[in-house]
């Protein structure tokens, strides 16, 4: 079983940067595919970024492209999620996934989340 805890979320004003960490346990983390998902107040979860298990491929969805950047260290069981040049519509919690496959939604291991506000 893995576990998955996400930090690194705060109030940001717009335009400012923020660096997301997923720390993963308890099982092999350098098999996995990692991705990060959002959900924003009153809105269904979204898919952000992915990063396969070597980390030769990583995938953005087009609202972020250009502006996140995902990575990871399989020496550290760690992933990260870069964010810059944010706006007040990146407000959301921010979770990290992982599994196998990435499924975009439908990963068998999910963080619990991290709370990101963008301030206008």
């Known amino acids: 079983q893995v576990q998955l805890v996400e930090s690194g979320g705060g109030l940001v004003q717009a335009g400012g940067s923020l660096r997301l960490s997923c720390a993963a346990s308890?099982?092999?983390?350098?098999?996995?595919?990692v991705s990060w998902f959002r959900q924003g107040p009153g809105k269904e979860r979204q898919f952000v970024a992915a990063?396969?298990?070597?980390?030769?491929?990583?995938f953005y969805s087009d609202s972020v492209k250009g502006r996140f950047t995902v990575s990871r260290d399989n020496a550290k069981n760690m992933a990260w999620l870069q964010m810059n040049s944010l706006i007040p519509e990146d407000t959301a919690v921010y979770y990290c996934?992982?599994?196998?496959?990435?499924?975009?939604?439908?990963?068998?291991?999910w963080g619990q989340g991290t709370q990101v506000t963008v301030s206008s």
């Open positions: 308890g099982g092999t983390f350098s098999r996995l595919a």
């Open positions: 990063i396969d298990w070597s980390g030769g491929s990583t």
């Open positions: 996934a992982a599994d196998p496959h990435i499924r975009y939604g439908s990963e068998d291991y």
